[in-house]
């Protein structure tokens, strides 16, 4: 067998070049068994590298090409459909990874440069092995799961409900609307934040192409791209959603107040019978069973005794739904990060040390204090107020990232301040000032013209042990003034943590039912940093706002349309090919043995009992290859991971001890 | 390569878990041991015992299967299929004279790349301490034909034959 293959390294910039000497490496290569031609370049997935392996599969009659450059993960499509605009079947390409898994994984210059020969010579020698695949076509679904109802989750689903398509939007709490709902103010624009997102909150509970199912949570998913079956639990709400009106009188009635841990961060009160906020979507009430007096002691059911339509049902049960759907996107949103991790600042021991979420529901005119600023006994108003910047962001200790939201919050919180109490003293303790966004910095400016005072320093300590007579009865905010080169210790009545943007507490446990990949701080991976910020590395599950990493509500939305393009796009397609990586078997060689049957995890696997042989349903097979590493008789071949492929790459990658010493062979 | 002993892995990472973090150890700029070569699989229950044995028989010192976490694979349980082919390699190679440790198994997910980097790294260590891998006379010259103990076990003794 003699193959015509052509190698390119890159050099991409100097990410590769600055530890491999991609010189050498192309000139050994050169040198290698069956390669016809091989070259470097600056950038092999620009346009112009592109055209360096069209011109020569053309000019050149190459009928294998090797990229070595970065991850496959990111440019193995580029090159292959660059292959297969030169008329190259694109699965008689093989990429080594000499970027993410070598130039960057080691400063040694001479270990790296080795290893990137190694690494090219197995793709060499796989190539080599590998024969032309055709894609398969998939019809895509046209419904679409939405999962999070929070702005993203409802911009996204409204997008492509106004398109035309179906869409499911899946939310795990009583009613949509996520944290934005819980906020009084936007920055910098001040625009009430309900204001602006209920009457969307509204529109995703009416339209017509919009399956709202609130309360329920996604417990299963199975399928690909095109063909998702996704198993979902509706809780049991005890309140008949045919009847409820909304009118809300069992939550008038219910005798057991409770303290509301989620939507008024402890600092408010519901009913055991409760909707998180008056202009919930939908307007159906839940019952909480764990401090309903009827669930806990048997008897109560005043709801029940006083609804007007009837609509209370004590013995409703859970239900599982199941949804045919397409593509997936996942805007499943973030947490606020714990201050009681940062003891030093006192939350939860000091009664005056409130959090963002808390200041947020208490200036918010709906909330708990009806928008009065207050200290912790409800009714004095403080005269001085230390908002302390990054607790929980750009901290070792907690969270390495900037949650890009908190600088101007703070900043929204001390104008919200001066506009309410304008004798209070606002003091902002910050690292350095974030405010890169359209009009972020005007209003940065704006508020350093109301009075605001600003420390730039790390706060040490929230304390309440006074030194002097002044700070008796107060809290001490204790800085290093980094501007001033001196410790300042600030008196305050109250003090607000602006607490960052974590990754929400269960993101690890949907990336893996979701087969999705989370960063070291739990936020889902994008296919691509930059140029892919929406498109997870499965195909057909896409991901908005803040589960891909921190920010604010305008980035967010941006995000959730792009989603929802994306997805409207795989679905005007109506059909898209898949890669052809799927198990076959060869009935000649199939002894019938039936080991591969019970292996393959999507039964995709059937026996002909007439015939005595196994068969492969490509429909179902997923192309993992375990009946193919099981098989006895070797009958069975996963397509681009044969058994001859790898075991060539075996070869390849350990050429140098092969060359050293012949006699192994 | 002759002053200090440089060990060669060779390390099969499925597609989606432990090859996403090696991606993410080399994003993150983690340094660790250049000595390990990558070959990426599906699935780490697409690992053969054979290729595994052909590795070694090609001259690495030393292999690691990388997958998902046990009850995260993407294809649902491939990675129990290789934890179990893994077990039983240990003893082959046990019976072979070879060092156990020189194969191992590791469960990396795609957020897991510290540990990726650190496990290669102390398989490394390890296998500089070990030394480079001798195959026993008795099995090169196919002279240790005891009787094998199961029938798995006696497959793959004639499979690494015809692999040398």
């Not at chain 1, 960063?519 to 908005?544: C, Q, S, W």
């Not at chain 2, 229950?45 to 590795?55: D, H, I, N, Q, S």
């Amino acid at each position: 067998m003699s193959e015509k293959v052509g190698v390119y390294i890159c050099h991409c910039g100097t990410n590769i070049s600055g530890v491999v000497d991609v010189n050498e490496v192309t000139r050994w290569a050169s040198l290698q068994p069956n390669v016809a031609i091989a070259r470097e370049y600056k950038f092999m997935c620009s346009s112009l590298g592109q055209e360096l392996i069209i011109a020569d599969i053309k000019e050149q009659g190459l009928t294998r090409v090797v990229v070595s450059a970065c991850s496959p993960h990111l440019h193995e499509k580029t090159f292959r459909s660059a292959c297969s605009r030169a008329g190259l079947n694109p699965y008689l390409f093989e990429m080594a990874n000499i970027r993410e898994l070598d130039s960057w994984a080691t400063e040694d210059h001479d270990a790296a440069t080795h290893k990137a020969k190694s690494m090219t010579r197995g793709a060499i020698d796989r190539v080599v092995q590998q024969f032309p695949l055709e894609p398969i076509p998939v019809d895509i679904k046209p419904d679409t799961l939405v999962l999070g109802g929070g702005i993203t989750g409802i911009t996204a689903a409204l997008e492509l409900a106004n398109a035309g398509c179906k869409v499911y939007l899946v939310e795990r709490e009583p009613s949509i609307g996520g944290h934005m709902a819980q906020w009084d103010k936007t920055f910098p624009t001040l625009d009430c934040a309900a204001c602006i997102l209920t009457p969307r909150m509204v529109e995703a509970g009416q339209h017509p192409n919009i399956t709202l199912l609130t309360y329920s949570e996604v417990e299963a998913v199975e399928g690909y791209l095109g063909n998702f079956t996704i198993t979902a639990r509706k809780k049991a709400r005890y309140v008949n959603e045919e009847l409820c009106t909304g009118c809300a009188i069992c939550e008038e009635k219910c005798p057991k107040k409770v303290t509301d841990e989620v939507f008024n961060a402890g600092l408010g009160t519901r009913k055991a019978i409760y909707r998180p906020f008056p202009q919930a979507v939908p307007k159906y009430p839940v019952i909480d069973t764990t401090s309903c007096t009827y669930f806990v002691k048997g008897k109560c059911k005043a709801c029940e005794i006083f609804c007007p339509p009837g609509a209370i049902d004590f013995n409703q049960k859970d239900e599982i739904l199941t949804m045919e759907v397409g593509n997936i996107i996942l805007a499943t949103g973030y947490d606020p990060f714990d201050a009681r991790k940062i003891s030093q600042y006192g939350y939860g021991r000091l009664a005056n040390v409130f959090t963002s979420v808390e200041f947020e529901r208490m200036v918010n005119a709906a909330g708990p204090t009806a928008g009065k600023i207050v200290l912790r006994d409800g009714q004095t108003e403080p005269k001085s107020i230390a908002i302390i910047h990054c607790v929980g962001s750009r901290d070792e200790n907690n969270n390495e990232y900037c949650s890009r939201v908190c600088c101007m919050y703070s900043l929204k919180f001390a104008h919200l301040i001066k506009e309410r109490l304008p004798h209070a003293e606002v003091t902002n303790f910050y690292i350095d000032i974030r405010a890169a966004g359209k009009r972020y910095e005007e209003f940065y400016h704006r508020v350093m013209k109301e009075g605001v005072h600003f420390i730039r320093g790390r706060v040490a300590e929230v304390t309440d042990a006074a030194r002097t007579v002044e700070e008796e009865g107060k809290l001490i905010v204790q800085a290093f003034d980094t501007l001033y080169g001196s410790q300042r210790r600030i008196p305050a009545d109250m003090v607000v943590l602006s607490v960052g943007v974590e990754a929400s507490r269960d993101s690890r446990q949907v990336a893996n039912m979701f087969g999705l990949g989370c960063d070291f701080n739990g936020f889902f991976i994008e296919r691509h940093p930059k140029l892919d910020p929406v498109m997870t590395m499965v195909e057909g599950i896409y991901i908005a706002g803040a589960c891909q990493s921190p920010m604010a509500i305008p980035e967010s939305v941006a995000q959730a349309s792009a989603a929802a393009a994306r997805v409207m796009g795989v679905i005007t397609q109506k059909t898209v090919m898949m890669e052809p990586v799927k198990a076959s078997i060869d009935a000649e060689r199939c002894s019938g043995c039936r080991i591969c049957n019970n292996l393959c995890p999507y039964s995709a696997i059937i026996f002909h009992d007439d015939q005595k042989k196994s068969e492969v349903l490509t429909a179902l097979c997923q192309g993992c290859g375990t009946c193919v590493a099981a098989c006895p008789s070797a009958a069975i071949s996963g397509a681009h991971f044969t058994h001859d492929q790898i075991m060539s790459q075996i070869a390849g990658i350990l050429w140098d001890v092969r060359e050293a010493s012949p006699e192994l062979v | 390569m002759s002053e200090s002993y440089e060990p060669i892995i060779v390390g099969f990472l499925c597609n989606w878990c432990s090859y996403r973090a090696a991606d993410l150890a080399g994003t993150a700029r983690l340094r660790y041991a250049p000595n390990m070569r990558p070959i990426r699989v599906m699935c780490s229950g697409r690992v053969e015992p054979e290729m595994v044995l052909k590795a070694l028989a090609d001259g690495a010192d030393g292999v690691l299967i990388a997958g998902c976490h046990p009850g995260e694979c993407h294809y649902i349980e491939g990675n129990l299929k290789a934890l179990r082919r893994h077990a039983l390699l240990q003893r082959l190679l046990m019976q072979f004279g070879i060092e156990p440790e020189r194969v191992q198994i590791l469960w990396a997910s795609a957020s897991e790349g510290p540990k990726l980097a650190e496990a290669v790294d102390q398989m490394t260590a390890k296998l500089k301490e070990l030394g480079p891998l001798q195959w026993p006379k008795s099995v090169l010259d196919g002279s240790n034909h005891r009787e094998a103990q199961t029938a798995g076990v006696s497959e793959s003794v004639s499979s690494i034959q015809e692999v040398r």
